[in-house]
Each structure stands twice: as structure tokens, then as C-alpha cells.
């Protein structure tokens, strides 16, 4: 459950600080977006089918993701219908198919935090091969072109609007609309009826959260050699 916990609040972070250091300050606060709000919405294709919308408000302070999913793998199908919303410095992780999800609120997230944390997951990206590959368009907008551990990313503005992933088969997530400025409904970061939620609270402070940073830094870099071209035979 702690682990679950601290996960929660590394999606609250790199929510925040996105693929490196990206995000900006103003009159001493931290955007992860230079602009207030935003929908957008995405199509999944290949070896994952679907849709997802996300809605951005308060410059990324407020985010409300949801996924609609089928998936294939080894001669099965299955579904997905997951919604995450962070408001602030609150998490809510939630299944709309077995209606139960986590709610994690965390302490202590601060300006030092956040700084301290897009140094170290830029380190974590570059270390398992990531890198910028180029640059090209997605719905008019120029993005630059990530590439690592199977993936391309093309990110524009800090956000991510297309992926293309090969494991177990190809699966491409893009954008298939962007409205910057739009008004974003309350409703989209409500939790929704006759949800059971699990509660619990990360406080960032807490050194022995070390050891599970370290758990999680130390799983992305054994990643690094699954995915590493240069000892596939």
C-alpha cells in the first residue's frame, strides 16, 4: 500500500515536471503548462484500441484524465476504464470498471520538491537512453521528438500528444483534438458516484521514502537493459 501511496505522489511530480525540467515559474509559482486550461483528446490504435480525454486547468494544478481501453495480449482481450485526477496536492486513482480507486493526498510538496525531482528524472530519462531524435507536427503544432525504451514521444508545450510504443506489438496514442483556453466543465473533476475509495497520506518530508525512490530509480535503469538495441542479438 505504500509503495501504491508513493506512486500516487510521483504522478502528482512528474504530472508537474513532464519529460525534464520544462516547467516554468510565475510570480513565484510553478506552472507545468504556459497556458491556464486545456481538452484534449486522444485515440489509441494497434495493439491497444481506444479513446482518452484529459482536461487541464489552473496551468496543470488541476488535471482529469480519463481512458478508455481494450487491449491485446498473448489471445486475450481486455478492457480498461481508468480516471485520475490530481487537484493540488491530492491524487485520486480509480477504476470505473470495478468502481474502487485511492485517493492520496501529499504533504509537503514544495517549489525545492518539485526542483529536486525534475533534476533527477531528467538524469533517469537521458540515463536509460532517452533522447531528442527531431522534431515534427501533430494537429499543426511543432513538437519535439522524444525516443527511448521503445518509445517516441512527440511533446509540445511540455505535454505529450502522440506516442508510439513497441512492446508486444505496436500501439500508437495521438491527439485527435486540442482546445487551449477552453472552459473545463466542474464536473470533469468530480469523483463519480458509488466510488469505494482507499485513502491514505504521503509525506514527502518522510526519509524513508529514500528507499523507495531508490527502488523506483533502480527499476527504470534495470529497464534500461531490456530495451537496449546494443545487446539484442
Sequence with gaps: MRK?????????ISTLIGQGPAFAQKAG????????????????????????QHYIDNY??????????????????????NLVIIDDSVVYSIDLVTKKG?????TNLNKKEIEDWS????????????KKVGTGEVLGKQCDIWEGMSTKSWIWQNLVLKTETNLFGKTVMEATRIDVGASIPKDKFAIPEGIELTEGTIDLSDP?????????????EDLKGLFDPKKKK
Aim: charged share 20%; hydrophobic share 35%; net charge positive.
Design 29 to 52: 509559482q510553478i506552472y507545468r503548462y504556459p497556458f491556464k486550461s486545456a481538452i484534449i483528446e486522444y485515440a489509441y490504435s494497434g495493439n491497444s484500441t481506444g479513446t482518452a
Design 102 to 106: 485511492i485517493k492520496t493526498r501529499i
Design 4 to 12: 501504491i501511496l508513493f506512486l500516487s505522489a510521483v504522478l502528482i
Design 60 to 81: 496543470g494544478w488541476r488535471n482529469a484524465q480519463y481512458t478508455q481501453q481494450k487491449t491485446k495480449s498473448f489471445g486475450s482481450t481486455t478492457e480498461s476504464n
Design 119 to 130: 533534476k533527477e528524472m531528467d538524469s533517469i530519462w537521458k540515463g536509460n537512453g532517452f
Design 208 to 220: 524513508v521514502l529514500d528507499t523507495l525512490r531508490n527502488e523506483i530509480k533502480k527499476g527504470l
